[in-house]
């Protein structure tokens, strides 16, 4: 999932070029990209304000080969 703020974008625009997936739009690169694969690293952490939760968080990810 990304933030499709203004300040945000760059980590979408990273992650459509990562997959070769860039297009003449941001809709069009995305449509693109749907089916791809990627191979992803997910971290887990306890939550800071509950410590009886658990989030997992994707901390690398690379195109899958």
């Known amino acids: 999932e990304f933030y499709l703020t203004e300040d945000a974008m760059f980590r979408l ?3 459509l070029e990562l997959l070769g997936c860039v297009q003449g739009s941001t809709r069009d690169s995305i449509e693109a990209a749907v089916g791809q ?3 992803g690293t997910v971290a887990h ?3 800071q304000k509950d410590p009886s939760r658990i989030f997992g968080n994707i901390r690398g990810y690379k195109r899958a080969e």
């Open 45 to 47: 952490e306890t939550s």
């Open 13 to 15: 625009r990273e992650f």
């Open 37 to 39: 694969q990627v191979v």
